[in-house]
């Protein structure tokens, strides 16, 4: 079991964007917290387009976290972020798939 707390978290907010654009910056960010230590928080509520780029940052984080036996916590999960999910045929981490219609 992790011994770490809710409060070593470290924030990332993600932006509007989270496409292939965006994504060598969004995967680039999460990298330096888990590198940094402690447990990563993901605040989705402010993005507004979403992809597949988004989705595999996202996983990869949750499975290092795992791996490094450290919290990982998304929130804000808004529709947009939820249909990349769906598209992806990947369930959130930390939802069941019947938290989300289709999936």
Same mark, same amino acid.
């Given at each position: ?5 809710? #409060?070593?978290?470290?924030?990332? &907010?993600?932006?509007?964007? $989270?496409?292939? &654009? ?5 995967? %680039?960010?999460? +990298? !330096? ?10 605040? $989705?509520?402010?993005?507004? !387009?979403?992809?597949?780029?988004? +989705? !595999? ?7 290092? $976290?795992?791996? &490094? ?13 939820? #249909?990349?999910? !769906? &598209? ?9 798939? #019947?938290?989300? #219609? %289709?999936?």
């Amino acid at each position: 079991m992790s011994k770490t707390s809710a #409060s070593d978290l470290k924030r990332f &907010r993600a932006e509007a964007d $989270c496409t292939l &654009r965006h994504a060598k910056a969004t995967a %680039g960010a999460l +990298v !330096q917290i888990l590198e940094a230590g402690g447990g990563v928080h993901v605040d $989705c509520s402010a993005v507004e !387009q979403a992809d597949i780029t988004f +989705v !595999q940052a996202l996983v990869a984080t949750e499975r290092s $976290c795992a791996a &490094r036996d450290l919290p990982f916590a998304l929130t804000g999960l808004s529709d947009v972020v939820a #249909s990349a999910f !769906q &598209r992806a045929g990947v369930t959130p981490p930390g939802s069941m798939p #019947s938290e989300l #219609s %289709g999936i």
